[in-house]
């Protein structure tokens, strides 16, 4: 099946910086969705992305489909954006029915 | 519903107990999905329903994991005879369409469930 890698699995900032989150996956998508999980464990939609670029607010994301890949841009971050990333996608010959997710990305924000 | 709601929200079971976990879906949103989150890992695919239809279970790890989805609306997750592997979050989505191309597929909160 198609293999989903997050990198970096941890990452620590101070409030205010930038980061960016990568996802790589292995095959051709026609769905791929970045959550937020917060820490009472709701995955919180944050982008529904399978190809382009969007913008909401300090977050943006860009799926490079051809060359099988999506960023998480986080800026100016603030404490609240602390929690774990993942990255799912359906693969565009199998998708059917499921979404296969990455390992996803610690992200801890600090004051 | 205005998203996805599961319950109950936690759940400990003693070792040899059936559960039922419950998921209310996105009002009208024809496909509903099971997921299980271990510690620390992401969400896995237990399986698949299109309306009432049950058109992938290849996820269920044994069969004492059964899912129904009997008038096309709620779904329930059994477990029969826990054990403590089981212990995990299960996660409930749905989606508008068939399937999971070309479509979002939002989440409920989850339940945790702990066998002692």
């Known amino acids: 099946g198609i293999q989903v890698e997050q990198s970096p699995p941890d990452l620590i900032l101070q409030e205010g910086a930038n980061s960016t989150l990568r996802c790589n996956f292995s095959?051709?998508?026609?769905?791929l969705q970045w959550f937020h999980q917060n820490p009472w464990g709701q995955l919180i939609n944050l982008f529904y992305?399978?190809?382009g670029t969007k913008q909401n607010g300090r977050l943006s994301a860009t799926t490079v489909a051809t060359e099988r890949y999506s960023l998480l841009y986080i800026s100016s971050s603030q404490t609240t954006d602390s929690g774990v990333y993942f990255c799912?996608?359906?693969?565009?010959?199998?998708?059917?029915?499921?979404?296969?997710f990455g390992e996803g990305t610690q992200l801890t924000v600090n004051p | 519903g205005a998203g996805v709601s599961q319950s109950p929200r936690y759940k400990v079971a003693k070792r040899g107990q059936d559960v039922a976990l419950r998921c209310d879906p996105i009002s009208g949103h024809v496909s509903l999905f099971w997921y299980q989150q271990a510690l620390g890992q992401g969400p896995e695919f237990l399986t698949y329903?299109?309306?009432?239809?049950?058109?992938?279970k290849s996820g269920l790890p044994s069969d004492r994991f059964f899912a129904e989805r009997p008038e096309g609306s709620v779904s329930t997750l059994k477990i029969q005879r826990t054990q403590q592997e089981d212990s995990a979050v299960y996660l409930c989505a749905s989606s508008r369409i068939p399937g999971t191309g070309g479509t979002e597929a939002f989440f409920g909160q989850g339940t945790r469930l702990t066998v002692v």
């Open positions: 095959d051709s998508v026609n769905n």
């Open positions: 992305i399978p190809s």
């Open positions: 799912a996608v359906a693969s565009k010959e199998t998708s059917g029915s499921r979404l296969t």
């Open positions: 329903f299109q309306n009432e239809a049950q058109l992938d």
